[in-house]
């Protein structure tokens, strides 16, 4: 992650902001705790070791919708500290680090700061190789038409229509008098 002095108008509301700076693959010297690795007037730049990234089956469509976009990148969700812990002032920590479009979509609508970063050409491979075993295409149904739906009342409950003419205009009962209605019960309203 790396903090960084904001130039311009822009300093006036705000005069740091934290971006993510990188996702690299781990290494044995990193360790677990989080790393200053330099700070001067201009910013900061923090290290956080430790973030795994699994690939599920399950997920495979989300992997996919990455991968086939012309550059496919790292989602990571990050938050700001609450309290300082390991600086003089709170720091902004990644939370998650995914490949899946949809990880990133469920984020985004939970309002959490979501960034990305462009996946070494490596990391695009295994990538591709895990959508080709388990990636299935969802089979489109065709949805069916309007008319084949249910009926239902306003309240929800089942309705049905006939087409049976009970009575009304060209019966000969009440011709030009106003509408006739014959509700189920077989009882007669006049309207």
């Given at each position: ?29 990193f ?17 956080h ?7 599920f089956e ?24 609450d ?72 309240f ?36």
């Amino acid at each position: 992650m790396r903090k960084e002095r904001i130039e311009g108008s822009m300093s006036r509301w705000q005069t740091w902001r934290w971006v993510l700076d990188d996702v690299v693959a781990h290494e044995p010297g990193f360790g677990l705790a989080p790393r200053l690795l330099y700070k001067d007037d201009s910013g900061q730049r923090w290290l956080h070791a430790g973030l795994r990234v699994e690939l599920f089956e399950d997920d495979a469509e989300g992997y996919q919708l990455n991968a086939r976009t012309p550059a496919p990148c790292w989602f990571v969700l990050w938050r700001m500290e609450d309290e300082a812990s390991v600086s003089d002032e709170p720091i902004a920590r990644p939370v998650v680090v995914s490949l899946s479009y949809h990880d990133a979509s469920r984020w985004l609508d939970a309002q959490e700061t979501v960034e990305q970063v462009p996946v070494p050409a490596a990391v695009a491979q295994w990538m591709q190789d895990f959508i080709a075993v388990f990636y299935q295409p969802e089979v489109k149904r065709p949805k069916r038409p309007e008319s084949f739906r249910s009926l239902a009342d306003r309240f929800g409950n089942p309705a049905s229509i006939t087409v049976d003419k009970r009575s009304g205009p060209g019966d000969g009962s009440a011709a030009g008098k106003g509408r006739r209605w014959v509700p189920d019960d077989g009882g007669t309203s006049h309207g």
